[in-house]
């Protein structure tokens, strides 16, 4: 009910149809129709402002003059319709129809010009090949604009990195970054974006290295910290009382008792503005036993990894699994 109220409302929908129809009588009995549907988005809803052609329809009667004809009119034929492309959901369902059907018709005597008519049809509707068939039908919801929020950093979640790095004494440094995240899986990298005035900048920039461990929920404390104290002035290990443990394969050290670690090799430097972004090769990840899967794969139940909701500022845990990754496998 409520669906049908909104398929017609205009308001609803993003687009206009206007229909171009040709009907052609050949001779007494036989006609066709050829029509094309032609669409623009109105405006009055968001959205790409799209128009072109939605659908074609051909169609076709022949009209008996001797069959039935004392008794009833009678005719028989088909209409086509045709999605052109891929039209707007709300123009068309988007699929092809054929629909042939027969008309009995009666002129009844007690109006002049009144007459009744019988029509049965049967649709007979192909589907478009699997792979283009889309999903099945949303509930989209009332229309609502969105509020603009200006250009900010803003996607959710964000991860929270610790960056390891020694300084130019070889004190152990860690500080957190959630701007970052993988950006090439062959050969395997990762990036972080760190401003200039962080300690750790200078420190990846002399040392061309540099670690990532990820802080599980229950470090939370110590991952805040790491983000608001400079290695500059306090040795952020001590005050934390967690291990710093020197990589074997870079200059640069992680944290024991974060049970996930990236070893990563320097490998790009750009300026972005206010940011450097850091791109480092990952030579190595290590992980505690005790966080793995049967498979070899971490867990992130074990891990409970904390992601950083910017703009809100807050820390979360990681939800329950709701479906395997890459399972539609193309297909809608
Ligand atoms: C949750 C969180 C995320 C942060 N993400 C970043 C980041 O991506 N880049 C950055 O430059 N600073 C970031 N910071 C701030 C630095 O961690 C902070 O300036 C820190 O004191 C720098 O440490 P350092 O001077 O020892 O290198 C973040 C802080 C927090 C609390």
Redesign the pocket.
Known sequence: MEAGTRRSDPIAKSHLRIPLEFRWGVNGHFDINCDVDTYFHHGLRSGPGTKGLSELHFGSKYTWNKWLRPVWDTAFGFNSSISARRPPPDLTDGHNHFTPYMVFGRRLDRGPGLSSYLQASVDLTSRPPEDCAGFPPVDNGPFTMKKSLGAKTLVYP?P??V?G?YDQQGKP????????GICCSQPPCVA????K?????G?IVARKAFTISLPPARHVAA??Y???????S?D?FAATRLTPVRSELVDAPYVQEFPLVLECRLVHTFELG??TQFVGEILDVKADEEVLRPDGHPDVKKLQPLV?APGA?E?HEIGKVIDRAFATRGKP
Not at 192 to 195: D, F, G, N, Q
Not at 197 to 201: D, I, L, P, V
Not at 226 to 232: D, E, K, L, V
Request: hydrophobic fraction near 40%.
């Open positions: 964000t929270v990195f960056v790095t440094n860690a500080m957190t970054a959630s701007w970052g972080v974006s760190l401003r005035a962080t300690y750790s900048h420190n991952a805040d790491f983000g608001t104290a400079s290695g500059r306090v952020k206010l940011h950083f500022q820390y």
